[in-house]
């Protein structure tokens, strides 16, 4: 069973940046899909960004321009650099890893790391 684990979350001012790291115990080629989610609290989980097997890369569109994610596939690490943060970034972030096994779909979850964005 392949395991994920976030780092890099803190407390970080407004404007600030943050880099996520989510390193997978197996190959991230082997999953279809990685991404970030995230919750803030009484929300539901939503995604933040997502990046293929084949690189391509989409974004929510309340991050678009200021989040950017990347894969290192020597490390097995996904990343996920968060700029100009903004204090409605606050949440705990997920890392996400999807395999396609026949025609389902099964899904890997990280912990969480908790990221707080506050003067």
């Known amino acids: 069973q392949v395991q994920l684990v976030e780092s890099g979350g803190g407390l970080v001012q407004p404007g600030g940046s943050l880099r996520l790291s989510c390193a997978s115990s197996?190959?991230?080629?082997?999953?279809?899909?990685m991404g970030w989610y995230r919750q803030a609290p009484g929300k539901q989980r939503e995604v933040v960004a997502t990046?293929?097997?084949?690189?391509?890369?989409r974004y929510a569109d309340s991050v678009k321009g200021r989040f950017t994610i990347s894969r290192d596939t020597a490390k097995n690490t996904v990343y996920l650099q968060m700029d100009s943060l903004k204090p409605e970034d606050t949440a705990v972030y997920y890392c996400n890893a999807k395999r396609l096994v026949d025609t389902d779909w099964y899904d890997t979850w990280g912990q969480g790391t908790r990221v707080t964005v506050s003067s």
């Open positions: 990046i293929t097997h084949g690189g391509n890369t």
């Open positions: 197996g190959s991230i080629l082997d999953f279809i899909i």
